[in-house]
């Protein structure tokens, strides 16, 4: 949404095949089977605030106020709770 401040997060366990994806305080999980890495070389960067290979970047004039990256573990959905409440009041929200 422009103009306002938006907690996103995405914490997906790969070992459990679960995902949640979250939006302010709306949860969304998901399930799923992951397969291993395709054997080729990467043909695209990874790019923070763009999707579609860079064709959709952050418009003009956003922001990204902080990006935050666990590794070994997906995060759940009580600690993705807790990380929205510790940082909304920062942006107004």
Known sequence: MAGAWQFCAVALDEAANTSLIVRNTTVSAG???YSS????DASFTAQIGANGNGLATIPD???????MAW?????????????FNATRGRFGA
């Open 71 to 83: 590794e070994g573990r997906a995060l759940t959905q009580g600690e993705l709770a807790a990380l």
């Open 37 to 40: 890495p395709a054997s080729g």
């Open 61 to 67: 004039g956003g922001r990204m106020a902080m990006l």
């Open 31 to 33: 399930a799923g089977s």
